[in-house]
């Protein structure tokens, strides 16, 4: 199974909402990545698990909030969102941390903040 | 700082050849990466150059010149579904070398 699966497809939410996005990865990867993606930009990193552990967070707003609960789960939580949070997130995995390892992108998450 | 520049839009014809090159200013360099991505899709990885030279897997090829900090990602055949956004990307140096991508070449493919 070389697939990350990613849902919702599509989200709708207003600024007062909380919502959860979700991700899984059952190719024994020790890293997951959260990417924000815009309109004809390239991928954005936001946060960086390995080994389960957050290596890295990118200098997000504290309205996202991530958690790996195990090695194949990565959620992203989202509370208070604004209208310019409005993108594609992407999920990623590889099988470790270090950047020198092919990423396999999940479909993504369209979130659409009113 | 670090930099990616590739081109921003390259147009070709159907069993055409058409190379999207990337220049790259990093503190330290480990390997330079390429992914593909349609329209409303995910990315998808094409090719890893560590060492100078060229890779060639299929109708794509990937050349890495770390003397001169570029790359380039080379398509033959042009096919229409080869119509997509490509980036180059980096692992960054630091704690974690995590990619970081360029802002991508948008690749048309005509009849």
């Known amino acids: 199974d070389t697939e990350v699966t990613q849902t919702p497809k599509h989200l709708v939410m207003g600024m007062t909402n909380k919502k959860s996005l979700k991700c899984e990865q059952h190719m024994g990867h020790r890293a997951m990545y959260w990417y924000k993606q815009k309109a004809k930009k390239p991928p954005e990193l936001m946060f960086v698990?390995?080994?389960?552990?957050?290596?890295i967070n990118e200098s997000v707003p504290s309205r996202f909030s991530p958690e790996c609960p195990n090695s194949s789960l990565l959620n992203l939580h989202l509370h208070a969102l604004q209208p310019e949070d409005s993108a594609l997130y992407l999920c990623?995995?590889?099988?470790?941390?270090?950047?020198?390892?092919?990423?396999?992108f999940g479909p993504g998450t369209r979130l659409t903040v009113l | 700082g670090q930099s990616l520049e590739q081109p921003s839009e390259v147009t070709a014809v159907e069993g055409a050849i058409v190379q999207i090159n990337c220049t790259y200013q990093t503190s330290g360099f480990y390997g330079l990466s390429w992914y593909q991505q349609h329209d409303g899709g995910a990315p998808t990885f094409l090719s890893y150059?560590?060492?100078?030279g060229l890779e060639e897997t299929g109708r794509f090829s990937s050349f890495l010149s770390r003397s001169d900090s570029y790359g380039y990602l080379l398509l033959q055949e042009l096919q229409m579904k080869d119509s997509a956004s490509y980036f180059c990307?980096?692992?960054?140096?630091?704690?974690?070398?995590?990619?970081?991508f360029g802002s991508g070449t948008q690749l048309t493919v005509l009849p």
């Open positions: 990623a995995s590889s099988q470790d941390g270090t950047g020198l390892n092919e990423q396999f």
């Open positions: 150059n560590a060492l100078d």
């Open positions: 698990y390995s080994y389960e552990k957050l290596s």
């Open positions: 990307a980096v692992p960054l140096r630091g704690t974690a070398r995590q990619l970081t």
